[in-house]
């Protein structure tokens, strides 16, 4: 008989509606159907999915480690999975499912589970910002301003991420910062390992999570009226047609920045200062996608 799955649930995740009993009887019983032996746990705090994932690895009696929640959720799953054989799974019950997105996993849970069981094992390329792992997106600015105020709220979902990106526009100042030597001043930077921050905002339209490098979108300062062409352009998948918006790709760089400033990494927030690395970990994660 294979392995069962074990799935790592965070509680807080989703806005769906669905109510935790509820959604732990569903993946139970829809795995008992399409064949398989199942586990579900339920986070408890802040970095508790990762340590359940750490043990999970190391017992080696999983056929696969299940992250159910957002990008959050999965950042934790995933870095205690980093070079390990047993693959990692998504079921998307996020705010955004960023990741999931880009690698074309269902965010319906049945769908989900489906391809959970259909789908292949892919290896597929992490980040580094410093020494704290990120597998859809890191960066500096306005995106990592508005995490800051989504991560302090109850208000989950795209409706609610608008709103808090409306909030910090209001008093948002541009911030400068030195990588690899050049000054710069910026709207927002951002690091990009999959394409987009999640509801399919797309930062970076042409990244890819298998070809070992990291895409770096830098966005210039730009004035009010543009910033609802920004937005549609945003969702529209058009980002680096924008005359304020420019890319490139690279395996490691290093920024500086002399005051504290606020980041994140797959939405969660951060803050750095100083000398700041960040880096691509090509092929060091199995998804199955």
């Given at each position: 008989m294979?392995?069962?799955?074990l799935f790592i649930v965070n509680p807080k995740s989703g806005t769906n509606g669905t109510e935790l009993p509820t959604l732990l009887q569903f993946i139970e019983d829809k795995m008992k159907e399409l064949g398989y032996v199942c586990q579900t746990v339920v986070t408890e705090f802040k970095g508790h999915a990762t340590q359940l994932a750490s043990t999970a690895v190391k017992s080696g009696s999983?056929?696969?480690?299940?992250?159910?929640?957002?990008?959050?959720?999965?950042?934790?799953?995933?870095?205690?999975?980093?070079?390990q054989s047993t693959p990692m799974g998504i079921v998307p019950a996020g705010s955004g499912n960023g990741l999931a997105r880009h690698l074309h996993i269902p965010v319906n849970t049945n769908s989900a589970l489906h391809r959970l069981v259909e789908g292949t094992p892919v290896k597929i390329d992490s980040g580094l910002i410093n020494d704290t792992p990120f597998f859809c997106t890191s960066g500096i600015g306005f995106d990592a301003s508005v995490s800051h105020y989504f991560a302090s709220s109850e208000s989950r979902g795209l409706r609610g991420y608008i709103r808090f990106s409306l909030e910090a526009y209001k008093d948002y100042r541009p911030i400068t910062v030195t990588i690899d030597d050049e000054t710069l001043t910026?709207?927002?930077?951002?690091?990009?390992?999959?394409?987009?921050?999640g509801n399919n905002a797309w930062?970076?339209?042409?990244?890819?999570v298998t070809d070992g490098i990291?895409?770096?979108?830098?966005?210039?300062?730009?004035?009010d009226w543009?910033?609802?062409?920004?937005?549609?352009?945003?969702?529209a998948k058009t980002l680096d047609q924008s005359q304020y918006v420019s890319y490139r790709?690279?395996?490691?760089?290093?920024?500086?920045?002399?005051?504290?400033?606020?980041?994140?990494?797959?939405?969660?927030?951060l803050v750095v200062e100083g000398e700041v690395i960040v880096r691509s970990v090509p092929g060091s994660l199995t998804v199955i996608c």
């Open positions: 294979a392995k069962p799955l999983w056929s696969a480690i299940v992250a159910v929640g957002g990008d959050g959720t999965i950042n934790e799953v995933a870095r205690a999975m980093l070079f910026a709207f927002l930077i951002t690091f990009a390992n999959a394409g987009q921050y930062i970076a339209p042409k990244a890819s990291l895409d770096l979108c830098y966005v210039q300062p730009f004035p543009y910033s609802m062409i920004l937005g549609a352009r945003l969702f790709q690279f395996q490691s760089l290093r920024l500086t920045t002399t005051t504290p400033l606020p980041a994140h990494f797959d939405g969660e927030p």
